[in-house]
Structures are given as structure tokens and as C-alpha cells.
């Protein structure tokens, strides 16, 4: 059974970084393509940064694109958000997860999340 556990979050001014890290447990997580997702309040949870299973590939949403970079460490069972020149609407509560997501008892199984506001 897989567990996600996110870290790195907090209150940063426009123009800052900040550093996400997920920890997974599960001894296969190597085989599998992980997302960075985030949650606004009053919507919905998107996909901001996607990264193959080999962290050879990486795609990301047209608004973080350029300023966001997904990384991950395998031996580690971890994956990174690295995000830079942040921006007011890139608060929110960004969690990590399978790509696509992984299902426990057919539900969507999601991590506690860490909240990222960026704010003057």
C-alpha cells in the first residue's frame, strides 16, 4: 500500500522559490510516472508537473512552465517540485501522486498535501 508524504511548503513573497519534496513508501515505486498536483481553494486539483518513471521525460501545465521543474530520485523513492519566480496564483495546496492517480479500494488515494502560499 502506497503513502505519499509531502514537505517544503510555506509562505514565500512573489518572486520567490521554494522546494517541494514527496517521500513514497512502496518498493515499486520506480516503475511508475509521478505528478505533482495542486488544489486552490473553491477548485479543483490539477496536474501542474508530470515526470516518467526513468525521470527521463517531463511535462508540465502552460502556467508553471518555465518557472517549475519536477525531479526525482528513485533510489530515494522521492520526487521534487523546484519552484521559482512564484507567482500569487500559485497558492495552494500542491500534493504529489502516481501519475495517473493511484486508487486504493477504487478511491483516489491522497497524501496530507503541503500548503504553498505566495503572498506580499
Known amino acids: 500500500q502506497v503513502q505519499f508524504v509531502e514537505s517544503g511548503g510555506g509562505l514565500v513573497q512573489p518572486g520567490g522559490s521554494l522546494r517541494l519534496s514527496c517521500a513514497a513508501s512502496?518498493?515499486?515505486?520506480?516503475?511508475?510516472?509521478m505528478g505533482w498536483y495542486r488544489q486552490a481553494p473553491g477548485k479543483q486539483r490539477d496536474l501542474v508537473a508530470r515526470?516518467?518513471?526513468?525521470?527521463?521525460?517531463?511535462n508540465y501545465a502552460d502556467s508553471v512552465k518555465g518557472r517549475f521543474t519536477i525531479s526525482r530520485d528513485n533510489a530515494k523513492n522521492t520526487v521534487y517540485l523546484q519552484m521559482n519566480s512564484l507567482k500569487p496564483e500559485d497558492t495552494a495546496v500542491y500534493y504529489c501522486?502516481?501519475?495517473?492517480?493511484?486508487?486504493?479500494?477504487?478511491?483516489?488515494?491522497w497524501g496530507q498535501g503541503t500548503q504553498v502560499t505566495v503572498s506580499s
Open positions: 501522486n502516481t501519475n495517473p492517480p493511484t486508487l486504493q479500494l477504487g478511491v483516489e488515494y
Open positions: 512502496g518498493s515499486i515505486f520506480s516503475i511508475y510516472a
Open positions: 515526470i516518467s518513471s526513468g525521470g527521463y521525460g517531463t
